[in-house]
């Protein structure tokens, strides 16, 4: 009996420490961040030394991929650990759209929760909220809280797009319900200004679109009227979302946590706190890429100060390639510059080129994390299955055809990670380690607004990623047996679960 309360005992502690090894994990998300726009991915013209030193503590992925080359989508594939192109209506949301993901499935934040996590998501949420014609005055049906996140500080969907006000778990914060807000993506609300009718109000001009309703002298995507004291000012806005994320990490730092940090920059429209307003000669896409490298040393320090840095996984990825001009006059394109945004990869933000979705990407977990380079494969799709392996537990939705569980290659043990990955920019290209294979399309080559190649051509292109990184020379018809081959593998992925 004695031995039997030892071993008792024995297995009790054994479990209590197998559960101490649960890391924590915080996932830092850029939006529209480049493969070339951090110092530790070869950028000079940008200081971001927070981001440089989780890559030097930590493994700096050279195939790290967001899933799609746009926000929606890309978010959507990396909560769910589907696809956005296996459904309908997973593109870029207006403001006031439905929320897009089943209210209690399974997610990357729900399996972490279920299983005794504090998960908490912050910053840009884009992924809808409610069921349609939202009442933005009352509480709302559906938000993150009900796909496993258990806290929630978000705006409903970009910076650009109204209603620009902040949500906390299923409230607007700081509504004044004598001045309540009207949103809509139709019509204009009579007597109030637009940036189309009004840009003498403006102290930020848009380029393409952004001419509708006007909050901060910035004109934005949509109409909105009232909920004037809890309009956000955007010059505070990394301020404010960093403080949310600081704020839970403290509260959460004796259980474990896992916080979703979706940051806002660099996302039109680039407006800096006056302190980052020069840092770089790039004008404000550079001043915000400071910010957001300040936003992630904010939460760097404060792992450190609470003494969790080695009990923290910290991911800081982006959820599509980067652009220059995203439709404000903001001098990116005159101040740009020799800076490479996409660095050697062609295409960026929309585009089907790995400009698109290889993003930077890096992993820290002192301790664990074996500090280097690694050119495994891997996706940010894999998140929902690699989190639940990572703790020792399995995904088991069948809601997840796509994520596989590459735990170990997010920690440096498995150096190939995926053979198979799927970009998506509207239409769909196939790659490995080596080869990328896009389908053929009749879309246009370049957008006039944004200035970016696509990546369409109406015949397939093969690339060989090894020897040709910048996608410059299509071997299409030198190698027919590798194009034969990705075709089959691109139509077995799209076949095992078709698109609706
Ligand atoms: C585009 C917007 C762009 C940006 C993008 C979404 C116009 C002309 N362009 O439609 O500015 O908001 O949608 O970006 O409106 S994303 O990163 O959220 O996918
Ligand atoms: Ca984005």
New binding site residues.
């Given amino acids: 009996m004695k031995y039997l309360i030892g071993l008792h005992l024995l297995i009790g502690a054994f479990l209590a420490s197998a559960e101490d090894q649960r890391p924590n994990i915080v996932l830092l998300y850029a939006?529209?961040l480049g493969f070339g726009d951090l110092g530790a991915y070869g950028a000079n013209a940008i200081p971001t030394p927070n981001m440089d030193r989780l890559a030097k503590e930590g493994l700096r992925f050279t195939n790290g991929h967001a899933p799609s080359a746009?926000?929606?989508p890309s978010r959507y594939a990396m909560l769910t650990g589907e696809y956005a192109w296996r459904k309908k209506g997973t593109g870029?949301l207006p403001g006031d759209a439905a929320m897009i993901i089943e209210a209690g499935r399974t997610t990357m934040a729900s399996v972490l929760q279920t299983n005794g996590y504090q998960t908490c998501v912050v910053g840009k949420w884009?992924l809808g909220l409610g069921v349609g014609n939202t009442d933005w005055n009352k509480p709302l049906s559906k938000t993150p809280l009900d796909i496993g996140f258990t806290h929630s500080f978000i705006m409903a969907a970009?910076g650009?797009?109204v209603p620009c006000v902040y949500m906390r778990d299923r409230e607007v914060v700081g509504l004044d319900p004598k001045d309540p807000i009207e949103v809509s993506y139709q019509n204009p609300f009579p007597g109030l200004p637009t940036g189309s009718a009004n840009p003498e109000l403006l102290k930020m001009h848009p380029s393409?679109?952004?001419d509708q309703a006007i909050v901060n002298g910035i004109s934005r995507?949509g109409y909105m009227k009232g909920g004037t004291a809890a309009l956000w000012k955007d010059e505070d806005m990394a301020d404010t979302f960093t403080g949310e994320a600081v704020k839970f990490i403290d509260s959460q730092k004796d259980k474990p946590f896992f916080l979703y940090f979706a940051l806002h920059d660099p996302?039109?429209p680039r407006v800096p706190h006056p302190r980052f307003v020069g840092k770089t000669k790039l004008g404000p896409r550079g001043d915000v890429i400071v910010q957001a490298d300040w936003c992630v040393g904010e939460i760097l320090n404060a792992l450190d100060r609470l003494g969790l840095t080695e009990k923290t996984l910290v991911i800081l990825s982006s959820?599509?390639g980067p652009v220059v001009d995203?439709?404000y006059k903001d001098d990116a394109v005159k101040l740009l510059g020799d800076h490479k945004p996409a660095g050697v990869l062609r295409g960026g933000?929309y585009s089907k080129f790995e400009g698109g979705t290889r993003v930077p990407f890096i992993t820290r977990w002192p301790g664990k994390i074996k500090p280097g380079v690694s050119a495994a494969l891997v996706s940010q799709v894999d998140f929902p299955h690699s989190f639940a392996g990572l703790i020792g537990k399995k995904f088991d939705a069948v809601t997840a055809p796509d994520s596989l569980d590459l735990h170990r290659a997010l920690l440096g043990e498995d150096v190939v990670g995926r053979e198979y990955l799927i970009e998506h920019a509207g239409g769909l290209a196939i790659r490995t380690a080596q080869w990328k294979y896009i389908e053929q399309s009749n879309g246009q080559r370049k957008t006039k607004?944004t200035n970016t190649e696509l990546g369409n051509d109406t015949v397939g292109q093969l690339y060989d990623l090894l020897a040709d990184p910048g996608e410059k020379n299509n071997v299409v018809k030198e190698h027919p047996e590798v194009v034969t081959k990705m075709k089959q593998e691109l139509k077995k992925i799209i076949g095992k679960n078709p698109p609706q």
């Fill in positions: 939006d529209d746009t926000c929606t870029i884009h970009t650009d797009r393409h679109g952004h995507i996302h039109v959820d599509n995203d439709g933000k607004e």
